[in-house]
């Protein structure tokens, strides 16, 4: 395939999709303390609705694009992506607790297959040099689900179930599915394209350890505080709560800015102290949210930034990922969405296990562990990781 074959308008639904997957995989969190009060349990327990999402993600995914491997990736691509469908289409009909989370887990792991093929998809598209930038546009549909979806479903909520907007975002699922299977090109296997056993030798560079640890410590810390952001907020300021739908709507436009500015400082001093500095920040950010007064337009203010930090720095993995693999490992993609996902499971069920013993306010020592050790790690291999970009 060709990077000419990849049109405006084809870009246009990928960016379609990411938001469509962003929404399924964070609609929960915006609306986490209405879910619980409709299925009648704890805070804790609905949280587990995202770490089965995540867990289903990290496990499945590696093995389905091992499976996959041999598989053209346009059709295995609409493989995942009507896999998704069904398994939101369950989500809505589950009958119970123990079905949703079951939905949850297939839909972590299709959704995310279908998310690291069309990644590799744009980046086999994309210059080197405006990889970043490439990658930032596409996951603009991810920041636009903050801007736009969460708050709009946190405002929704209080007319609409949640299953409304899972129906809606099936309905858009299936119109990309239909576009895709119309004009989609058939890819064309690079030549320099290496085989599994090659893929497997890339977890001996010492730039890829790098960018796997850091996916899932950076996932860790992000996912032990972001799951929990609105119920932090309303415990910690109660004033808050009636802005909460528009307070969504910043926090989003906070995500939308630190993915494009992310991007930008990709290509022009490298992912490697991109990742560090933003890394450095959502430190600084964590530790000032904890020790300073809980006065909310303070907090409000420190989230933005913390946000903004956030999205800046997850954007570096995923650019860094297609650098140091110079996009030839479908393995090592799969493996860094795997430690995303993995890590935001691990990050939400440490914090689920935090709160009713020390507190909703002790969740931001989570993104705080994980930045340190990010930086533990980069000063003990730094002279196997050039900062070079």
């Known amino acids: 395939m060709k990077k000419s074959q990849l049109t405006n308008l084809t870009l246009s639904i990928f960016i379609l999709m990411a938001f469509v997957l962003a929404m399924s995989a964070m609609l929960f969190n915006g609306i986490l303390d209405k879910v619980a009060k409709e299925l009648q349990i704890s805070i804790s327990e609905t949280g587990l609705l995202s770490s089965a999402y995540a867990y289903g993600a990290a496990i499945g995914v ?5 499976l996959f ?59 080197k040099e405006k990889l970043g930038s490439a990658l930032a546009r596409l996951i603009m549909g991810s920041a636009l689900a903050m801007v736009i979806g969460i708050p709009l479903t946190r405002f929704l909520s209080e007319i609409f179930s949640w299953r409304i907007d899972f129906a809606f975002l099936i309905f858009l699922m299936v119109l990309s599915l239909a576009y895709f299977i119309r004009y989609l090109p058939k890819a064309q296997p690079s030549e ?29 810390g992000y996912g032990g505080f972001y799951t929990f952001q609105t119920a932090y907020l309303i415990e910690l300021t109660p004033s808050l709560f009636p802005l909460m739908s528009g307070l969504l709507v910043i926090f989003g436009l906070a995500s939308f800015t630190g993915n494009h500015i992310g991007g930008v400082f990709a290509d022009r001093i490298g992912y490697k102290k991109s990742l560090l500095i933003g890394s450095s920040l959502m430190a600084v950010l964590s530790m000032l949210i904890f020790i300073l007064p809980k006065e909310p337009i303070l907090l409000v203010l420190l989230i933005v930034l913390w946000q903004t930090a956030a999205w800046f720095t ?14 030839k490992s479908s393995l090592m ?28 306010s002790t969740i931001v020592f989570i993104p705080l562990a994980g930045s340190l050790i990010i930086h533990l790690f980069y000063i003990l291999n730094r002279k196997q990781i050039q900062l070079s970009k």
């Open 62 to 66: 590696p093995i389905i694009l091992i």
């Open 69 to 127: 491997r041999k598989m053209e990736r346009t059709k295995a691509l609409e493989i995942m992506l009507f896999t998704t469908i069904l398994a939101t289409t369950w989500m809505i009909l589950a009958p119970d607790f123990i079905q949703l989370l079951l939905a949850r887990f297939l839909s972590g792991i299709a959704a995310n297959s279908y998310g690291v093929l069309a990644t590799a998809t744009v980046a086999d598209f994309s210059p």
């Open 192 to 220: 320099e394209e290496v085989d599994f056993r090659s893929e497997l030798r890339f977890l001996k560079v010492k730039d890829v350890q790098f960018v796997l640890l850091s996916m899932f410590l950076f996932f860790f």
């Open 314 to 327: 997850g954007i570096q993995m995923i650019t860094g990922i297609s650098v140091a693999t110079d996009n």
């Open 333 to 360: 993609l799969s493996l860094n969405g795997s430690a995303n996902q993995l890590g935001q499971a691990v990050g939400s069920s440490l914090a689920a296990l935090v709160i009713p013993s020390l507190g909703i």
